[in-house]
């Protein structure tokens, strides 16, 4: 299989991982539920695991990486921590349902800084015409339909200059790109594991610029005589018992992503233009991707003139090629970018992805677009 569909989950992974993962299940625990050698193996990990992302991603305190369920999770507790029914709130024209959904549940007042698909400076206009008067600003760094990276440092320093708290989504970008919270600022910045960071499914992080409410209630292994939750991070937002062999496997793609972090960018780069390269001379095939290649990475979405996604989607993987076809949880950035009668075939890539494969991929789609029915 060819697999092109690491923007929902990363399939090829290092063997690390898995191994990591078998080796928390066959000798640990639970961290904070007893002074014994598996429940102390179990919190040796967990902390190492939130080490690692708080080196990767310039956090001075790693009791400040909170692990949830995955970016949704995160985004969840984010959202109502600063958002209060009524609250007007800015979001990009791009997010996810895992923005949108839970400020809808809220009762947000929404304001949508609308900016055209691949164009940076219009998106920080956008922006800094909505800012004003709102309580706070959710934005994803990179569109997990279109791969276009938004301007997320200049968009946070906006919001840093008029007192705007900030969520980041890095569902997409976070072990891809650079993401420094140092520099960011934000209030919060939710991820999943298993994407970019390479570990497995029901993992994610929230790192915490500000405290934030609870989102769960319940045991966290501490100050177990009081009924409310700690006020210390990270427990504050961890009730219940944590997914060792996840955050294990978590913490191998961590350091597997860590030293190669800017050689992943690159490949990725690498990958995304052979990729359009190979597949714009398809006269069948309409590309959403930047010309100038400088506001894109990990995601091509594409739409064939004469097969709806869904049928193209599902003829390549008859074909071993993994896509996805429709619109990707994201309803708000298909209607910005013009797709959201049609949807999209969405092709995202893996730092394991050789160029014989992506050569592959685009032979596969050329012989399926071109052959009559």
Known sequence: MIYLDSAATSFLKPPAVRHAVLGAMQHM????????????????????????????????????????????????????SLIKPGDAVVISCWEHNAVTRPLHALGAKVRVARGRLFDPESVLDAFRKALPGSKAAVCTHVSNVFGFVL?????????????????????????????????????????????????????????????????????????????????????????????????????????????????????DQDRLRQLIAGLRRIDDLELFYDPEGRSQCGVLSLRSRSVDCETLASRLADRGVAVRGGLHCAPLAHESGGTLE??????????????????????????????KD
């Open 151 to 267: 301007p997320i440092g200049e968009i946070a320093a906006l919001c840093y200059d008029a007192g705007v708290p900030l969520i980041v989504d890095a569902a997409q970008s976070a072990g891809v790109l650079d993401v420094d919270m140092t520099q960011l600022r934000a209030a919060f910045l939710a991820m999943p594991g298993h994407k970019g960071l390479l570990g497995p499914q029901g993992t994610g992080l929230l790192l915490c610029g500000a405290d934030g409410a609870p989102l769960l209630y319940g045991g966290t292994g501490s100050n177990s005589r009081e009924q409310i939750m700690p006020e210390t991070l990270p427990d504050r937002h961890e009730a219940g018992t944590h997914n060792v062999p996840g955050i294990a496997g978590l913490a191998a793609g961590l350091e597997f992503v860590a030293p190669r972090r800017a050689r992943i960018e690159a490949i």
């Open 29 to 80: 625990t639970s961290p904070g539920r007893g002074g014994h050698r598996l429940a102390m193996a179990a919190a040796e990990t967990v902390y190492r695991c939130r080490q690692e992302a708080a080196a990767l991603f310039r956090m001075e305190d790693p009791s400040r990486v909170v692990f949830t369920l995955n970016a949704t999770h995160a985004l969840n507790i984010a959202i109502r």
């Open 342 to 371: 049609t949807g999209t075939v969405r092709l995202s890539l893996s730092p394991f992805l050789s160029p014989r494969e992506i050569d592959g991929a685009a032979a596969i789609m050329r012989d399926i677009c071109t052959k």
